[in-house]
């Protein structure tokens, strides 16, 4: 496993045990990447308010070309709140 920061929009997102996510994010360099976000729905969790739908960024993870890579942190460019909000957009 490598360390690689990559660009990319979190399309979906699935609850996972009691306390982590999945999330699919769409990148350039890689396509679609399933991500494991341990431990962010826990209230003193850094990645609870990156793991959702609509995060565009850079994700900083533990990439593996085959299964599940593990997010480590996320630099926010855009997190598109107001389309989020409202369901007619």
């Known amino acids: ?9 979190v399309l979906s997102e699935t609850n ?10 769409l990148t350039k360099e890689h396509g679609l990447i399933g991500m494991m976000s341990k431990g962010c729905r826990n209230m003193k969790s850094k990645l609870r308010g990156v793991s959702r739908k609509l995060i565009y960024g850079t994700f900083h993870i ?5 299964g599940l890579s593990t ?3 996320v630099d ?13 957009k």
């Open 1 to 9: 496993m490598t360390i690689e920061s990559i660009e990319g929009i």
């Open 16 to 25: 996972y045990s009691e306390s982590s996510k999945i999330l699919n994010v």
């Open 71 to 73: 997010l480590i942190g």
């Open 62 to 66: 533990y990439y593996k070309e085959k």
């Open 76 to 88: 926010v460019k855009n997190s598109f709140s107001k389309t989020s909000m409202d369901l007619k």
